[in-house]
């Protein structure tokens, strides 16, 4: 398709200035269009502001080729001859495909993405207004390297060559260089974003490290969301969609200017679905045994899911332009769910009225960035759907950041900053428990890097960050270094080391939170024998077991004291011979012979307690509710948690492999060093060693058994077949548990994060774009890592029977096609991705997901008799595939839904 470009030259007095304004095909300026001037060898550029102007200055005279590129528009050439100030305006026509792109993430330079120093996606302001989301996050599906899980209507957990889990937020997303996530929680919520999908300019995805700009937390990489300039958006949409599952989302966006230096923003939605629905069996043993007498089921917390998903999102932003790049904004925001379910590290949450707000400021004028912003969270009359328990969190966050660029001379760039992050976890005891008066903190960090022009076509980049976080103490140093060599003008191909790092999370230092009251239900026969299940983390000390001459000791439910016995004594002494037999009889009655049933219950009962039964040890799966047996050999002290380092070496080409062909491959190989596990259970249950209990009970059941009249060796082959049953059966009733020091919770069953030694994986990405004719592309992703599931020795000083996953496939791709009809103004899109199975292990949730593929649907009609008006059908899972993509999520079924928008 052909692109036009009306130039206007005027001549002014000045010398050596070529400065105008770029404007689109509906006359709105066009931010961010890469100017580049030639003459000979040299050349010279710059961008567009937010007004679409660009001002390139100290030319010298004569005549120049000119080239205006940008995403979302073909590139366009010109001629200009320079004498003076001279103005040179553009008006730039979409393009059906775009070949290249320009990007500000990777460098926190403008660049295009074919130069940038990492592995790049970027989602263009087109494709955002052609294929509506109901979160920003949902674009994200079918990018190369994303690993996407959607757990409801509108959830999604999301991170980049894996590390996924449940209440993410491995991945650092951004909204305007503005950390997104929920403060405190540091999890990523794609619904609590308030910016609109109208007010999205475009997304940056960045592939892997990058602690060396945007410092803790960028470990797996960066995700920026950037919003539009009022200048360069002015006007109204309003739009209505509804769809299956009773969804219905409304809203509107509006912008405008004041004055030329003046504009404003604001937009806002509201949406609301049925959710997909999902029975938690943990949940519904837990409503089951709470519905007593004079309970109201209606009022009862445990395990009253609401599957809806409803909320509304605001935004609004004032921008004053001081001058010649220079701006000044404001913005402001607040989302607010008022129902809502959530999958955590404990189970699943309902959102009730939780509310997210920020404010932002910031200046950018040239080289100097300046922000400073303020993040909000409370989470309403939210509650834990396993036990009813209420989440509190009022927690803030302070941010500051403070960047310049400093251009040595045409061929060396520096750019320095620092950045200040104070976080107030306020959560009244429901999350933090003991920890809540001791659990503030902040981060600081400065950074400098280097870009060097080596050569025409081979550059340089290398920077160093320094970081320190107040409950760890420690300097975190994190190198980058990469090289660039240009093949041609649109391809690069790439050699980069990075080094980033994550500091561990607030949930990570400070969780004591109570999971499941009563977990083998031992409160019948006494309150005082339950036995709780915490998240309870070692973060600031660590937790060491109790040990005596290297003999490992334990605490029993059902001793008084609750003090510590040796694992190698007799633990079936106090209460706990008397309950096991109270709990095992049913089951044995209801299983033994005909002979013995009469026997069973005045013998077991009658017989005194065993005085020399030997522990064994096995450790909870708390989504399958059984035990996995383990050595003591195996339980390791959980050690002071450290911030996580990841090491990354990547070799990578992005480019245009002909004029209708780009492609990117990037393969790496990373190495990481005290990796925060998800919450696992560190305190193994002691049970009765069957062998000790059925050497006890056979002498006495063979006794019994001869006094009933049964001959001798009758009895002893009977005595020695019932005796190895019963003590099987005793020997799967928990009598105690191996508890740290350092907890409050003596006796309960704690799931705590600790680091590992060392993971060591590699993996690669690809991805292509062709265009088949100016209206017609296909384009895919392929994504590979060699392992996901660490067992024993690859986890280093982890070991023995631990296994960390992911929980991310292996391989998985996706596969689109993209047909554009200006004529018709019509576009219509698919996209077919497929993952591959994974083992998931996060939190209070293991299994297996299995292999899915989707299909999805996407068509933007512009309706011709109304100018402004489109409407938009987008169907996801078309064939209705219904998987869960995450192991205590629902299936996520078919989903159509309808949209009008009109703008004026």
Same mark, same amino acid.
């Given at each position: 398709?052909?692109?036009?470009?009306?130039?206007?030259?005027?001549?002014?007095?000045?010398?050596?200035?070529?400065?105008?304004?770029?404007?689109?095909?509906? =006359?709105?300026?066009?931010?961010?269009?890469?100017?580049?001037?030639?003459?000979?060898?040299?050349?010279?550029?710059?961008?567009?502001? *937010?007004?679409?102007?660009?001002?390139?200055?100290?030319?010298?005279?004569?005549?120049?080729?000119? *080239?205006?590129?940008?995403?979302?528009?073909?590139?366009?050439?010109?001629?200009?001859?320079?004498?003076?100030?001279?103005?040179?305006?553009?008006?730039?026509?979409?393009?059906?495909?775009?070949?290249?792109?320009?990007?500000?993430?990777?460098?926190?330079?403008?660049?295009?993405?074919?130069?940038?120093?990492?592995?790049?996606?970027?989602?263009?302001?087109?494709?955002?207004?052609?294929?509506?989301?109901?979160?920003?996050?949902?674009?994200?599906?079918?990018?190369?390297?994303?690993?996407?899980?959607?757990?409801?209507?509108?959830?999604?957990?999301?991170?980049?060559?894996?590390?996924?889990?449940?209440?993410?937020?491995?991945?650092?997303?951004?909204?305007?260089?503005?950390?997104?996530?929920?403060?405190?929680?540091?999890?990523?919520?794609?619904?609590?974003?308030?910016?609109?999908?109208?007010?999205?300019?475009?997304?940056?995805?960045?592939?892997?490290? !990058?602690?060396?700009?945007?410092?803790?937390?960028?470990?797996?990489?960066?995700?920026?969301?950037?919003?539009?300039?009022?200048?360069?958006?002015?006007?109204?949409?309003?739009?209505?969609?509804?769809?299956?599952?009773?969804?219905?989302?409304?809203?509107?966006?509006?912008?405008?200017?004041?004055?030329?230096?003046?504009?404003?923003?604001?937009?806002?939605?509201?949406?609301?679905?049925?959710?997909?629905?999902?029975?938690?069996?943990?949940?519904?043993?837990?409503?089951?045994?709470?519905?007593?007498?004079?309970?109201?089921?209606?009022?009862?917390?445990?395990?009253? /899911?609401?599957?809806?998903?409803?909320?509304?999102?605001?935004?609004?932003?004032?921008?004053?332009?001081?001058?010649? %790049?220079?701006?000044?904004?404001?913005?402001?925001?607040?989302?607010?769910?008022?129902?809502?379910?959530?999958?955590? =590290?404990?189970?699943?949450?309902?959102?009730?009225?939780?509310?997210?707000?920020?404010?932002?400021?910031?200046?950018?004028? %040239?080289?100097?960035?300046?922000?400073?912003?303020?993040?909000?969270?409370?989470?309403?009359?939210?509650?834990?759907?396993?036990?009813? %328990?209420?989440?509190?969190?009022?927690?803030?966050?302070?941010?500051?950041?403070?960047?310049?660029?400093?251009?040595?001379?045409?061929?060396?760039?520096?750019?320095?900053?620092?950045?200040?992050?104070?976080?107030?976890?306020?959560?009244?005891?429901?999350?933090?428990?003991?920890?809540?008066?001791?659990?503030?903190?902040?981060?600081?960090?400065?950074?400098?890097?280097?870009?060097?022009?080596?050569?025409?076509?081979?550059?340089?980049?290398?920077?160093?960050?320094?970081?320190?976080?107040?409950?760890?103490?420690?300097?975190?140093?994190?190198?980058?270094?990469?090289?660039?060599?240009?093949?041609?003008?649109?391809?690069?191909?790439?050699?980069?080391?990075?080094? +980033?790092?994550?500091?561990?999370?607030?949930?990570?230092?400070?969780?004591?939170?109570?999971?499941?009251?009563?977990?083998?239900?031992?409160?019948?026969? #006494?309150?005082?024998?339950?036995?709780?299940?915490?998240?309870?983390? +070692?973060?600031?000390? =660590?937790?060491?077991?109790?040990?005596?001459?290297?003999?490992?000791? @334990?605490?029993?439910?059902?001793?008084?004291?609750?003090?510590?016995?040796?694992?190698?004594?007799?633990?079936?002494?106090?209460?706990?011979?008397?309950?096991?037999?109270?709990?095992?009889?049913?089951?044995?009655?209801?299983? $033994?012979?005909?002979?013995?049933?009469?026997?069973?219950?005045?013998?077991?009962?009658?017989?005194?307690?065993?005085?020399?039964?030997?522990?064994?040890?096995?450790?909870?799966?708390?989504?399958?509710?059984?035990?996995?047996?383990?050595?003591?050999?195996?339980?390791?002290?959980?050690?002071?948690?450290?911030?996580?380092?990841?090491?990354?070496?990547?070799?990578?080409?992005?480019?245009?492999?002909?004029?209708?062909?780009?492609?990117?491959?990037?393969?790496?190989?990373?190495?990481?060093?005290?990796?925060?596990?998800?919450?696992?259970?560190?305190?193994?249950?002691?049970?009765?060693?069957?062998?000790?209990?059925?050497?006890?009970?056979?002498?006495?059941?063979?006794? $019994?058994?001869?006094?009933?009249?049964?001959?001798? !060796?009758?009895?002893?082959?009977?005595?020695?077949?019932?005796?190895?049953?019963?003590?099987?059966?005793?020997?799967?009733?928990?009598?105690?548990?191996?508890?740290?020091?350092?907890? &409050?919770?003596?006796?309960?069953?704690?799931?705590?994060? /600790?680091?590992?030694?060392?993971?060591? @994986?590699?993996?690669?990405?690809?991805?292509?774009?062709?265009?088949?004719?100016?209206?017609?592309?296909?384009?895919?992703? $392929?994504?590979?890592?060699?392992?996901?599931?660490?067992?024993?020795?690859?986890?280093?000083?982890?070991?023995?029977?631990? &296994?960390?996953?992911?929980?991310?496939?292996?391989?998985?791709?996706?596969?689109?096609?993209?047909?554009?009809? +200006?004529?018709?103004?019509?576009?219509?899109?698919?996209?077919?991705?497929?993952?591959?199975?994974?083992?998931?292990?996060?939190?209070? @949730?293991?299994?297996?997901?299995?292999?899915?593929?989707?299909?999805?649907?996407?068509? #933007?009609?512009?309706?011709?008799?109304?100018?402004?008006?489109?409407?938009?059908?987008?169907?996801?899972?078309?064939?209705?595939?219904?998987?869960?993509?995450?192991?205590? !999520?629902?299936?996520?079924?078919?989903?159509?839904?309808?949209?009008?928008? @009109?703008?004026?």
């Amino acid at each position: 398709m052909l692109c036009f470009v009306a130039l206007t030259s005027v001549m002014a007095i000045a010398q050596g200035v070529l400065s105008g304004q770029i404007t689109g095909p509906d =006359g709105q300026p066009v931010p961010g269009v890469a100017v580049k001037l030639s003459k000979g060898n040299a050349s010279k550029g710059g961008f567009s502001d *937010s007004r679409g102007r660009y001002s390139i200055k100290n030319l010298e005279n004569g005549s120049y080729a000119v *080239s205006f590129s940008c995403v979302g528009y073909q590139k366009q050439d010109a001629k200009v001859n320079i004498s003076g100030a001279t103005t040179l305006n553009a008006s730039l026509k979409e393009t059906s495909i775009d070949m290249d792109v320009t990007v500000v993430t990777a460098s926190r330079v403008q660049q295009k993405a074919s130069e940038a120093p990492a592995s790049v996606s970027v989602i263009e302001p087109r494709a955002i207004r052609e294929a509506p989301k109901n979160t920003p996050v949902e674009h994200l599906r079918g990018i190369t390297g994303v690993d996407y899980s959607q757990t409801g209507i509108a959830q999604q957990s999301v991170s980049v060559r894996g590390f996924n889990n449940v209440f993410t937020g491995a991945l650092q997303t951004l909204t305007d260089y503005r950390l997104a996530g929920v403060p405190s929680l540091r999890v990523n919520v794609g619904y609590f974003i308030p910016a609109s999908n109208e007010d999205i300019e475009r997304i940056e995805l960045v592939r892997g490290p !990058a602690s060396a700009l945007y410092g803790p937390n960028a470990a797996q990489g960066v995700l920026n969301i950037i919003t539009r300039s009022p200048f360069a958006s002015q006007g109204t949409t309003v739009f209505l969609a509804g769809g299956l599952q009773n969804l219905m989302n409304v809203g509107l966006r509006h912008a405008g200017t004041l004055s030329d230096d003046l504009g404003y923003k604001i937009s806002g939605q509201y949406f609301s679905a049925n959710d997909w629905a999902f029975e938690d069996p943990v949940e519904a043993v837990n409503r089951t045994a709470a519905l007593k007498p004079g309970v109201d089921p209606d009022t009862l917390k445990i395990g009253n /899911r609401k599957n809806t998903h409803e909320r509304f999102n605001v935004d609004a932003g004032l921008y004053y332009n001081l001058g010649e %790049n220079t701006m000044f904004q404001l913005n402001t925001g607040v989302s607010q769910s008022l129902n809502t379910i959530e999958m955590t =590290g404990l189970g699943a949450a309902l959102g009730r009225d939780w509310r997210y707000s920020y404010m932002n400021a910031q200046l950018t004028s %040239n080289d100097l960035f300046a922000q400073v912003f303020y993040n909000m969270s409370d989470a309403g009359q939210t509650y834990f759907l396993r036990t009813g %328990n209420p989440i509190v969190d009022k927690s803030t966050l302070l941010g500051a950041r403070l960047q310049h660029a400093y251009k040595l001379n045409d061929e060396i760039r520096f750019t320095y900053g620092a950045d200040f992050l104070s976080t107030n976890p306020v959560t009244e005891g429901t999350i933090n428990g003991v920890n809540e008066d001791n659990d503030a903190y902040t981060e600081m960090g400065a950074y400098l890097q280097a870009d060097v022009k080596l050569s025409k076509d081979l550059s340089f980049l290398g920077a160093v960050r320094g970081d320190r976080h107040s409950i760890i103490d420690e300097l975190v140093l994190s190198p980058r270094v990469a090289m660039m060599y240009k093949l041609d003008e649109n391809s690069t191909v790439r050699a980069t080391f990075n080094q +980033a790092f994550s500091n561990p999370g607030t949930n990570d230092l400070f969780l004591d939170l109570l999971s499941t009251k009563d977990a083998f239900g031992f409160s019948a026969a #006494n309150p005082a024998f339950a036995v709780g299940v915490w998240g309870a983390s +070692a973060g600031r000390n =660590g937790y060491t077991y109790n040990r005596t001459g290297g003999v490992l000791n @334990y605490i029993s439910q059902f001793d008084p004291t609750r003090g510590f016995k040796a694992l190698n004594s007799n633990v079936a002494g106090g209460f706990a011979w008397n309950v096991a037999t109270q709990a095992i009889l049913p089951q044995l009655e209801a299983q $033994a012979p005909a002979s013995l049933k009469p026997l069973l219950r005045p013998f077991l009962t009658g017989i005194p307690a065993p005085t020399a039964i030997t522990g064994t040890l096995a450790t909870l799966n708390p989504t399958t509710r059984g035990f996995i047996p383990i050595q003591s050999a195996d339980v390791l002290d959980v050690e002071k948690l450290r911030q996580t380092n990841t090491q990354t070496i990547e070799l990578g080409y992005q480019g245009k492999l002909t004029d209708k062909l780009r492609f990117s491959l990037d393969v790496y190989q990373s190495t990481v060093t005290d990796f925060v596990s998800p919450l696992k259970v560190v305190t193994p249950t002691v049970f009765m060693n069957a062998a000790d209990v059925a050497a006890y009970l056979k002498p006495l059941l063979k006794g $019994a058994l001869m006094q009933q009249g049964m001959p001798e !060796a009758q009895a002893e082959a009977a005595a020695t077949q019932y005796s190895g049953l019963i003590g099987g059966a005793y020997s799967q009733v928990p009598v105690g548990t191996v508890s740290p020091n350092e907890t &409050t919770h003596k006796g309960d069953i704690l799931l705590a994060y /600790r680091n590992y030694g060392e993971l060591s @994986y590699y993996g690669s990405d690809a991805a292509f774009t062709y265009e088949l004719s100016p209206e017609l592309a296909i384009s895919g992703s $392929a994504s590979y890592i060699n392992k996901n599931i660490f067992y024993g020795d690859d986890l280093g000083d982890g070991g023995g029977a631990d &296994t960390i996953a992911l929980n991310a496939p292996q391989y998985k791709s996706a596969l689109s096609i993209m047909h554009r009809n +200006a004529d018709l103004g019509l576009n219509v899109g698919l996209q077919w991705r497929w993952v591959d199975a994974f083992r998931m292990n996060s939190g209070v @949730y293991v299994g297996d997901v299995q292999a899915y593929h989707m299909l999805d649907l996407n068509l #933007n009609y512009a309706i011709p008799s109304v100018q402004g008006l489109s409407f938009n059908l987008t169907a996801t899972n078309l064939l209705d595939h219904r998987v869960q993509q995450f192991i205590g !999520a629902a299936a996520i079924g078919r989903m159509v839904q309808g949209r009008f928008s @009109y703008t004026f």
